[in-house]
């Protein structure tokens, strides 16, 4: 049965326990830790989604990082995507602070929820096809309980496609079906869905991407800045 408040399903994801592979592997990164968070008590469970019920935009992120929300439970918070991703979020006018370290800090989103296509850290940041999949239908759920939603934000490529594919599950029978051809990644990219949803592409905030100029601070706030418009936000 599906969950009656964001609040519930959070719980439900919190204990799920669907992907073996995953399961093992942030138990164990949570036991050894890495030596700079040698006094942490690491979170080692599927992390919930994070930010405002009545959000208007929707950031969808690829999984937790091992070291980062594995560690402190909230996404993007505690590693280099985060420390990338939220001071821009806090420029657009999203976050109440650039800096998110733990789920204590005080941090606060506003208009903007933040959640992912896997909720369980994998191996190399690479979710198996199946995993994917059992992960599929929290973010149905938790996109068919954001009511306010108007505007996707797509960070990378798994994430994208990810969209795409809840679009393609949950189309209503009888509705407009999406022309999967059509919508290509892209950063920048924007498109609309048969529900009226806008969706942004956006490449993801991952070291990678920032540490080589592929994603820099302009492009990424660019995005944001143009979601709050798409969504009406002042
Ligand atoms: S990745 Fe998703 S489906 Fe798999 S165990 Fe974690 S929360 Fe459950």
């Given amino acids: ?51 405002d019920p009545d959000a208007r935009v929707l950031v969808l992120g690829l999984a937790p990082g091992a070291h980062g929300s594995n560690r402190t439970g909230r996404p993007f918070t505690g590693d280099g995507s985060g420390d990338f991703l939220y001071p821009v979020l806090h420029e657009a006018g999203f976050a109440s602070q650039p800096n998110a370290v733990s789920r204590d800090d005080g941090m606060k989103l506003t208009g903007l929820q933040i959640t992912a296509v896997v909720r369980c850290a994998p191996p190399a940041n690479k979710p198996a096809p199946e995993e994917l ?52 990644f892209a950063h920048g990219a924007e498109y609309t869905l048969p529900s009226g949803l806008a969706v942004i592409a956006s490449y993801h905030p991952s070291l990678q991407n920032t540490n080589t100029g592929k994603l820099t601070r302009p492009m990424l706030l660019a995005v944001f800045r143009r979601a709050r418009q798409l969504a009406g936000l002042a």
């Fill in 133 to 184: 999949r059992n992960c599929a239908p929290w973010l149905d759920q938790e996109i068919g309980l954001l009511r306010n939603l108007a505007v996707v934000v797509c960070l990378g490529r798994i994430a994208f496609d990810g969209l795409l594919a809840h679009v393609q599950r949950t189309a209503a029978p009888g509705a407009a079906t999406l022309r999967r051809s059509a919508f290509v």
């Fill in 1 to 51: 049965m599906p969950a009656a408040s964001l609040q519930a399903l959070n719980q439900r994801i919190v204990a799920c326990e669907l992907c073996p592979r995953l399961r093992a592997y942030c138990a164990e990164v949570a036991r050894v830790r890495r030596r700079a968070y040698a006094d942490w008590e690491y979170w080692g469970r599927p992390v919930p989604s994070f930010g």
